[in-house]
Nanobody, 123 residues
């Protein structure tokens, strides 16, 4: 069982940056693939980033590639999402998630979810 708690969301102007954090409970944190997702009002949940258990592999969709960076600190049971060059279309609730699979298919392949943190980007 893993419990996830996101933080770091807020209001930022277009072109700005935010760093999201997701703190996890559980002694087996370093065995999970971790991901970030987002959901804007009226839209489906969208995959944003994923990182392997040891941080050696990351994956991003084209919509955020080059602007967002996922990282993890297994000693702190925390995963991060650094978001740069933010755009109004990045506005959404951001969720972190954990999967016991090495290559989970988003989003169904993820087993545990946080409650989300709001990110609002003003134009």
């Amino acid at each position: 069982q893993v419990q996830l708690v996101e933080s770091g969301g807020g209001l930022v102007q277009a072109g700005g940056s935010l760093r999201l954090s997701c703190a996890a409970s559980g002694r087996t944190f370093n065995t999970y693939t971790l991901g970030w997702f987002r959901q804007a009002p009226g839209k489906e949940r969208e995959f944003v980033a994923a990182i392997s258990w040891n941080g050696g592999s990351t994956n991003y969709p084209d919509s955020v590639k080059g602007r967002f960076t996922i990282s993890r600190d297994n000693a702190k049971n925390t995963v991060y999402l650094q978001m740069n060059s933010l755009k109004p279309e990045d506005t959404a609730v951001y969720y972190c998630a954990a999967s016991i699979q090495m290559r989970p298919s988003p989003p169904r392949g993820y087993d545990y979810w946080g409650q989300g943190t709001q990110v609002t980007v003003s134009s």
